[in-house]
């Protein structure tokens, strides 16, 4: 239970009492146009959903507009759980960067569906202390707000910058929310899985938007909620191409395989099981798959495929994180239980690449292993 007037995480203040609902959540980050069919799987306790803009060949106004329409025809239609709207302005193309002022009819719309504001900010650039610091600054000024931190990934790759981060938030005292920046899993690289422990477990609520399997990884160690995205480009935040593009076209249908931790294309998966058919992992009791094999996914045309999938995955991983996050359970057994869900995933892998061909584990799994190795367990959960 929250207690709204911990100081420790509130840097001294009562934290809004909107905020106290997505204690320990894993939310569904969701375009705009898939929110009726996300709200069906977060309509659950510990779920919620990040409404989300697409910018593609919207105006900015239409886009946020959208988003806003959204949010209020799903609470109007019953949908009672936590609930962020995320304007992505610091997404695509037309980005902007972090002293952008923000808008002010965007946070009117989230203040009329009686929501807690995600600010839209920009862009936080490498080494753009002054940017942060406005982006937290304004944000502390509204009062009812999470300050949205979207990072150039450097912020996490030293030692110094992220002690530079840390302290600009423990400064203010403001809950924030965090997207990183990287054409992959930014996870999965070297120093990124320390410094965002160091940073979940600072002196504010911290959430984790716009992430991968991880996020279950970040709330077992005390992100204060985290978002898996719907899909690839909901799941990672696309550096600005040279040529002034955003990057991140989904090219394949994935779905999760619950042992492996991992989405995997479904045409992989396919061709994995049918070399070795018995094996477990293609198994699956979820209402998509209705006990047929995962790998009967492949055989549905598009946009069967991919609703099936999205479904099949986030059913997945709000099964998995009733099972870390079970009431009762202490940071140190949840963290143990992350490790080990980590280190059998890569057994997996190696088991189904001895059968068939590019099943190596995913690297955040042993970025995960190296952080959380059993001798620094009593260091990482204080």
């Not at 069919?37 to 803009?53: F, H, I, P, Y």
């Not at 899993?185 to 160091?198: A, T, Y």
Request: glycine share 8%.
């Amino acid at each position: 239970m929250v207690n709204l007037h911990d100081s420790a995480k509130a840097g001294g203040n009562a934290l809004p009492q909107q905020i106290a609902r997505f204690h320990e959540a894993l939310l569904i980050q969701c375009y705009s146009d898939e929110g009726l069919d996300a709200a069906k799987l977060a309509q659950q306790n510990g779920s919620g959903l990040v409404v989300t803009a697409r910018r593609g060949n919207f105006r900015s106004g239409e886009a946020l507009s959208q988003v806003y329409r959204v949010g209020r025809h799903l609470q109007q239609t019953g949908f009672d759980q936590a609930m962020l709207l995320d304007a992505a302005r610091y997404a695509g193309a037309n980005r902007v960067d972090a002293r952008t002022p923000f808008n002010d009819t965007w946070i009117g719309y989230q203040r009329e569906l009686g929501l807690p504001v995600l600010t839209d900010s920009g862009y936080i650039g490498d080494g753009d202390r002054a940017g942060l610091q406005d982006i937290l600054s304004r944000a502390s000024g509204l009062g009812d707000a999470i300050a949205l931190l979207p990072l150039h990934l450097s912020w996490l790759r030293s030692a110094k910058a992220r002690d530079t981060l840390v302290s600009c938030v423990d400064e203010v005292g403001v809950p924030v929310a965090i997207i990183l920046e990287y054409p992959a899993d930014p996870l999965g690289l070297k120093h990124v899985v320390p410094s965002l422990l160091r940073l979940i477990n600072c002196s504010v609520p911290v959430m984790l938007l716009r992430c991968d399997v991880s996020a279950l990884g970040a709330l077992c160690l005390g992100a204060f909620a985290a978002a898996v995205g719907t899909s690839t480009s909901l799941r990672h935040l696309y550096p600005q191409q040279s040529g002034g593009g955003g990057g991140g076209q989904d090219p394949q249908i994935a779905a999760i395989v619950k042992e492996c931790l991992s989405f995997i294309s479904v045409d992989k998966i396919a061709l994995a099981a049918q070399a070795d058919p018995d094996d477990v992992l293609w198994q699956c009791d979820c209402d998509a798959c209705r006990t047929r094999p995962l790998s009967m996914l492949a055989i549905h045309p598009w946009p069967e495929q991919e609703r099936l999938a999205f479904r099949h995955s986030l059913e997945v991983l709000l099964d998995l994180r009733k099972s870390l996050l079970s009431p009762g359970s202490t940071r140190a057994s949840r963290t143990e239980s992350w490790r080990a869900r980590c280190q059998n995933a890569q057994f997996r892998h190696y088991d189904v690449e001895s059968s068939t061909d590019k099943w190596e584990p995913p690297t955040f799994l042993g970025r995960w292993l190296e952080a959380l190795e059993p001798a620094t367990l009593k260091e990482r959960v204080r």
